[in-house]
């Protein structure tokens, strides 16, 4: 299929940007989306001009780093699917494609479609964790977990951090992805002891990023590559008033 | 050039206690004063640079990506075995470390190996309390399945994203000492190379990624734990980032490269589909568990796989190999489907696939539920849909994301595979304690050689990049730093610092000064062609020389053809990709002539020239028991030592999985 790429360019964190127009010829409907990047990009280089840049590395929906919207669609239109996993299947001859990187003030564009999402290991650092060093451990089976909370814990640990939730959000909210990280370790008697603190310090620090708030549109659980569930929200929600009312100080 | 093991005497079950018991300390007050650099931060990287955080050391950590936590351990699917025996099967630490050794065709060093299973333990414990998800039995146990090489259920696993799950404990572990000001970590940036001082490597030169700038960082010491070259063959398993640079550097400035031409094949991997392929996706081991892996007994055949009758089907690893059967180790299981295909039974439209079916253990799976609703009546058709919850339950995940890349639903057809290069069992060489031939420089996890042989069993990479990072090198390393406390941090004004940064600057100047014709891209996947055709999986002498020509003749193509755009300041993924590559084409050229030199077939070194009458790997004990310890001597130049390798306890068998 042939087909028409509008896609965001952009120099640097100071420039400006803009959509800039490119056609692409005989893309197999067996290419995937980053494959058919790459060919372009071989375009561009041979023709002397500058590839576009673009955040990737896994390229099997694992690794979180992939982060285009396509179509007007944060990883595009395929569920439960990230940037690198769509395959041109889903397109067809003739189609005019756009694609930008993730708009938030809180992930500011580096160069082209790769942006910053720096803000999200700060909220980890605030609390996404539990304090133990190595080699504190008790034996691993001496803690039985309830399967059904282990298993929760382990959705909401599945969260590969891109920020498509945010990129997806009117208002550019960061709930889902700190709600899933207060979620496991809330729901895991291991994360007990630290529970308050961890879900007031990691919402302080989302407030500090630049992120927006949640207004229930529940898009980000629409979007999100691994089907996180704004449950882990609702959750969230819950820990955060429990910790305020009984905290100390 | 101290070319010393340093095994410590003893019983093998005492060595590390022992070790442990006498190493040099270094007093908290003094961790304080000493700086470590680590490179990467996938399991091995993360684990080290939180472990040392936490013991005070001052610990810069590097990584070219965005963020620690994309490191290519978060794609690891399968599981990570440990020596628990919760399962009351029969393993133990012993048992581990034999099947370790036999599975590595007995080629790795018997002490390392048997430190390893006895530390998996305290691994599984450390995990367990960071909060990672591992999966559970009703009870609230730990769940354990079973894996390739091995009779016993000893790996855990958090459905087919273990990888992920044991690397966001590492990384929230480093987060948090990045948090407390003992880890201060450079995400976006490069290793380029490594800093000699006297003959001590004392720091490195990284390039940050988004400014193009060069930078100078001190360190008494350096851990690189930069993961696998696989992608010198292009296509891989691994990330598209992934490369050897941090390695080769350290190898060009003295480090000896071990058994480079020790490489995996992973049995089951998603075809290619085309030219334009960039990467190859593995489908986890774990699958085997519960898949039957066959080709149709006819040549030509044009039937749908599910019209196909049992009696017509050739579950060819069930034939050959009975006790091991779909399990049998990585390297067998990809010659064994190599074989099928190149005597014309393969699948699907390249006809270089076999197929890994489901529907048998689907059944199994809805039987099992059926009985436990206490329904013995049920229809075929509830029986499948039971059991495809089970499926979906155990590997969802995996499930889709063949889905996804395929276009075809695996739930009701069998799944098509075909191997792929996977993961490296060669790397740097490095002695017990991890460190290199260049003094203060070591290498954990995949970017070491150690402890996997010639062949790595599955659910064991996971495990020794967690042993290297969270048991072994907060113990070695001391016994080295224990000397340093009287060296202050040395200033990066230092001339050899100065002299380390001019040289990097140089080559990034001669590579976009160079701007010809060719893409760095294309130069990549001509190389990858080689090294799969000459290298791959079956290697022989008249192959290897002519890809090592091939070989050097690309090297002069690409630094004088080579066109990378844009400039050296700002953000280049070009100038990035093109460091890269340069530095594949030299490695490749290395595990030719590394494959050449050994006159034997071992795990995944595959001679043609020396296999038994029923095409399996015919060892040489006699004349290559020993690991290949590669010196860098000058352009196409290397010198071989050899390790002698010693079995006290393990005693090398021709490897049988009848």
Same mark, same amino acid.
């Given at each position: 299929?042939?087909?028409?790429?509008?896609?965001?360019?952009?120099?640097?964190?100071?420039?400006?940007?803009?959509?800039?127009?490119?056609?692409?010829?005989?893309?197999?409907?067996?290419?995937?989306?980053?494959?058919?990047?790459?060919?372009?990009?071989?375009?561009?280089?041979?023709?002397?001009?500058?590839?576009?840049?673009?955040?990737?590395?896994?390229?099997?929906?694992?690794?979180?780093?992939?982060?285009?919207?396509?179509?007007?669609?944060?990883?595009?239109?395929?569920?439960?699917?990230?940037?690198?996993?769509?395959?041109?299947?889903?397109?067809?001859?003739?189609?005019?494609?756009?694609?930008?990187?993730?708009?938030?003030?809180?992930?500011?564009?580096?160069?082209?479609?790769?942006?910053?999402?720096?803000?999200?290991?700060?909220?980890?650092?605030?609390?996404?964790?539990?304090?133990?060093?190595?080699?504190?451990?008790?034996?691993?089976?001496?803690?039985?977990?309830?399967?059904?909370?282990?298993?929760?814990?382990?959705?909401?640990?599945?969260?590969?951090?891109?920020?498509?939730?945010?990129?997806?959000?009117?208002?550019?909210?960061?709930?889902?992805?700190?709600?899933?990280?207060?979620?496991?370790?809330?729901?895991?008697?291991?994360?007990?002891?630290?529970?308050?603190?961890?879900?007031?310090?990691?919402?302080?620090?989302?407030?500090?990023?630049?992120?927006?708030?949640?207004?229930?549109?529940?898009?980000?659980?629409?979007?999100?590559?691994?089907?996180?569930?704004?449950?882990?929200?609702?959750?969230?929600?819950?820990?955060?008033?429990?910790?305020?009312?009984?905290?100390?100080? | 050039?101290?070319?010393?093991?340093?095994?410590?005497?003893?019983?093998?079950?005492?060595?590390?206690?022992?070790?442990?018991?006498?190493?040099?300390?270094?007093?908290?007050?003094?961790?304080?004063?000493?700086?470590?650099?680590?490179?990467?931060?996938?399991?091995?990287?993360?684990?080290?640079?939180?472990?040392?955080?936490?013991?005070?050391?001052?610990?810069?950590?590097?990584?070219?990506?965005?963020?620690?936590?994309?490191?290519?351990?978060?794609?690891?699917?399968?599981?990570?075995?440990?020596?628990?025996?919760?399962?009351?099967?029969?393993?133990?630490?012993?048992?581990?470390?034999?099947?370790?050794?036999?599975?590595?065709?007995?080629?790795?060093?018997?002490?390392?190996?048997?430190?390893?299973?006895?530390?998996?333990?305290?691994?599984?414990?450390?995990?367990?309390?960071?909060?990672?998800?591992?999966?559970?039995?009703?009870?609230?146990?730990?769940?354990?399945?079973?894996?390739?090489?091995?009779?016993?259920?000893?790996?855990?696993?958090?459905?087919?994203?273990?990888?992920?799950?044991?690397?966001?404990?590492?990384?929230?572990?480093?987060?948090?000492?990045?948090?407390? #000001? $003992? &880890?201060?970590?450079?995400?976006?940036?490069? /290793?380029?190379?490594? +800093?000699?001082?006297?003959? =001590? @490597?004392?720091?490195?030169?990284?390039?940050?990624?988004?400014?193009?700038?060069?930078?100078?960082?001190?360190?008494?010491?350096?851990?690189?734990?930069?993961?696998?070259? #696989? $992608? &010198?063959?292009?296509?891989?398993?691994?990330? /598209?980032?992934?490369? +050897?640079?941090?390695?080769? =550097? @350290?190898?060009?400035?003295?480090?000896?490269?071990?058994?480079?031409?020790?490489?995996?094949?992973?049995?089951?991997?998603?075809?290619?589909?085309?030219?334009?392929?960039?990467?190859?996706?593995?489908?986890?081991?774990?699958?085997?568990?519960?898949?039957?892996?066959?080709?149709?007994?006819?040549?030509?055949?044009?039937?749908?796989?599910?019209?196909?009758?049992?009696?017509?089907?050739?579950?060819?690893?069930?034939?050959?190999?009975?006790?091991?059967?779909?399990?049998?180790?990585?390297?067998?299981?990809?010659?064994?489907?190599?074989?099928?295909?190149?005597?014309?039974?393969?699948?699907?439209?390249?006809?270089?696939?076999?197929?890994?079916?489901?529907?048998?253990?689907?059944?199994?799976?809805?039987?099992?539920?059926?009985?436990?609703?206490?329904?013995?009546?049920?229809?075929?058709?509830?029986?499948?849909?039971?059991?495809?919850?089970?499926?979906?339950?155990?590997?969802?995940?995996?499930?889709?994301?063949?889905?996804?890349?395929?276009?075809?639903?695996?739930?009701?057809?069998?799944?098509?595979?075909?191997?792929?290069?996977?993961?490296?069992?060669?790397?740097?060489?490095?002695?017990?304690?991890?460190?290199?031939?260049?003094?203060?420089?070591?290498?954990?996890?995949?970017?070491?050689?150690?402890?996997?042989?010639?062949?790595?069993?599955?659910?064991?990479?996971?495990?020794?990049?967690?042993?290297?990072?969270?048991?072994?090198?907060?113990?070695?390393?001391?016994?080295?730093?224990?000397?340093?406390?009287?060296?202050?941090?040395?200033?990066?004004?230092?001339?050899?610092?100065?002299?380390?940064?001019?040289?990097?600057?140089?080559?990034?100047?001669?590579?976009?000064?160079?701007?010809?014709?060719?893409?760095?891209?294309?130069?990549?996947?001509?190389?990858?062609?080689?090294?799969?055709?000459?290298?791959?999986?079956?290697?022989?002498?008249?192959?290897?020389?002519?890809?090592?020509?091939?070989?050097?003749?690309?090297?002069?193509?690409?630094?004088?053809?080579?066109?990378?755009?844009?400039?050296?300041?700002?953000?280049?993924?070009?100038?990035?990709?093109?460091?890269?590559?340069?530095?594949?084409?030299?490695?490749?050229?290395?595990?030719?002539?590394?494959?050449?030199?050994?006159?034997?077939?071992?795990?995944?070194?595959?001679?043609?020239?020396?296999?038994?009458?029923?095409?399996?790997?015919?060892?040489?004990?006699?004349?290559?028991?020993?690991?290949?310890?590669?010196?860098?001597?000058?352009?196409?130049?290397?010198?071989?030592?050899?390790?002698?390798?010693?079995?006290?306890?393990?005693?090398?068998?021709?490897?049988?999985?009848?």
């Amino acid at each position: 299929m042939n087909l028409t790429l509008k896609v965001w360019r952009q120099k640097n964190n100071q420039s400006e940007g803009s959509l800039e127009t490119y056609q692409v010829k005989d893309i197999s409907s067996e290419m995937s989306f980053l494959e058919m990047f790459d060919v372009l990009n071989e375009q561009l280089i041979i023709a002397g001009d500058q590839p576009i840049a673009f955040d990737h590395d896994c390229r099997e929906g694992i690794c979180g780093m992939c982060s285009m919207h396509i179509n007007g669609r944060a990883h595009g239109p395929w569920t439960s699917n990230t940037t690198c996993q769509l395959h041109m299947r889903a397109f067809k001859d003739g189609d005019t494609i756009v694609v930008e990187p993730w708009r938030s003030k809180a992930f500011p564009v580096i160069k082209d479609l790769m942006v910053d999402r720096s803000a999200f290991d700060r909220v980890i650092q605030a609390g996404g964790f539990i304090s133990v060093n190595t080699g504190n451990a008790v034996d691993a089976n001496s803690l039985p977990i309830d399967k059904k909370n282990a298993d929760d814990a382990f959705m909401a640990a599945s969260c590969i951090g891109c920020g498509a939730c945010v990129a997806t959000c009117v208002n550019s909210s960061a709930m889902l992805f700190v709600s899933a990280k207060v979620s496991q370790l809330a729901l895991l008697p291991q994360g007990a002891p630290e529970r308050e603190s961890r879900v007031l310090n990691m919402v302080a620090q989302m407030d500090k990023e630049n992120f927006g708030n949640c207004t229930n549109t529940y898009a980000c659980e629409a979007e999100c590559p691994k089907g996180i569930s704004v449950a882990n929200i609702a959750r969230m929600n819950k820990e955060y008033l429990h910790a305020s009312l009984t905290t100390e100080s | 050039m101290a070319f010393d093991s340093k095994i410590p005497k003893g019983e093998m079950n005492e060595k590390w206690n022992d070790y442990k018991g006498h190493v040099k300390l270094v007093n908290p007050a003094n961790k304080r004063k000493l700086e470590v650099i680590v490179v990467g931060t996938g399991l091995a990287g993360a684990s080290a640079a939180a472990s040392l955080g936490e013991m005070g050391y001052k610990v810069k950590a590097f990584c070219f990506q965005d963020s620690p936590r994309r490191a290519h351990s978060i794609a690891a699917q399968g599981g990570i075995n440990a020596a628990k025996n919760y399962q009351n099967d029969g393993d133990s630490v012993f048992r581990l470390f034999y099947d370790t050794v036999k599975g590595g065709d007995y080629r790795s060093r018997e002490a390392n190996v048997h430190r390893l299973a006895e530390v998996s333990t305290s691994i599984i414990d450390q995990c367990v309390a960071q909060g990672v998800p591992f999966a559970r039995e009703y009870g609230g146990l730990l769940s354990n399945r079973s894996f390739g090489g091995t009779q016993v259920q000893r790996t855990f696993y958090a459905a087919g994203q273990t990888g992920q799950q044991l690397l966001l404990g590492a990384y929230s572990a480093l987060e948090r000492q990045v948090a407390l #000001g $003992n &880890v201060t970590m450079y995400a976006r940036h490069e /290793m380029l190379d490594v +800093v000699m001082v006297e003959d =001590k @490597a004392r720091g490195i030169i990284a390039r940050n990624l988004v400014t193009g700038e060069l930078e100078k960082h001190f360190g008494h010491a350096v851990l690189l734990c930069s993961g696998g070259y #696989g $992608n &010198v063959f292009y296509l891989s398993t691994n990330a /598209m980032g992934s490369n +050897v640079t941090a390695a080769w =550097k @350290a190898h060009k400035k003295g480090a000896y490269f071990g058994n480079p031409c020790f490489t995996q094949i992973h049995p089951t991997c998603i075809p290619v589909s085309g030219d334009y392929q960039s990467k190859l996706t593995l489908m986890s081991e774990s699958l085997r568990n519960d898949g039957r892996i066959w080709v149709p007994k006819n040549k030509g055949e044009n039937r749908k796989p599910v019209d196909i009758p049992e009696e017509e089907r050739d579950y060819y690893l069930e034939r050959r190999y009975p006790a091991f059967g779909n399990l049998v180790p990585r390297d067998v299981a990809s010659r064994a489907s190599k074989e099928r295909c190149d005597e014309g039974y393969g699948v699907g439209t390249t006809k270089l696939a076999v197929y890994l079916d489901f529907a048998d253990a689907i059944l199994r799976y809805g039987k099992i539920e059926a009985g436990k609703m206490g329904d013995h009546s049920a229809s075929e058709e509830a029986l499948i849909k039971l059991g495809k919850d089970v499926v979906k339950e155990k590997y969802g995940n995996l499930f889709a994301m063949y889905e996804k890349i395929t276009g075809e639903n695996p739930y009701d057809m069998p799944m098509r595979i075909y191997p792929a290069v996977h993961y490296v069992m060669g790397g740097l060489w490095v002695d017990y304690e991890l460190q290199t031939t260049v003094k203060g420089l070591y290498a954990l996890g995949e970017a070491n050689f150690s402890e996997h042989g010639a062949n790595r069993l599955g659910a064991s990479a996971l495990m020794q990049g967690l042993a290297d990072g969270y048991f072994v090198i907060p113990y070695t390393l001391g016994n080295y730093l224990a000397d340093e406390i009287r060296t202050a941090s040395i200033s990066t004004d230092h001339p050899a610092f100065v002299a380390a940064e001019k040289a990097v600057s140089d080559r990034i100047e001669t590579l976009m000064n160079i701007k010809g014709k060719q893409t760095v891209e294309s130069f990549h996947k001509r190389l990858g062609l080689i090294m799969w055709d000459k290298c791959g999986m079956a290697r022989n002498e008249k192959g290897l020389n002519e890809a090592i020509e091939q070989i050097q003749a690309l090297k002069k193509e690409f630094w004088s053809d080579v066109r990378i755009p844009g400039e050296v300041k700002g953000m280049n993924p070009e100038l990035d990709k093109a460091g890269r590559v340069a530095d594949f084409i030299e490695l490749g050229e290395l595990m030719c002539k590394d494959a050449l030199a050994r006159n034997e077939s071992c795990g995944g070194h595959f001679r043609e020239e020396y296999q038994t009458e029923d095409g399996e790997a015919k060892r040489d004990d006699e004349n290559f028991s020993f690991v290949s310890a590669w010196e860098y001597m000058g352009e196409s130049d290397w010198k071989l030592n050899k390790e002698e390798l010693k079995f006290d306890i393990v005693k090398p068998t021709q490897r049988s999985y009848k």
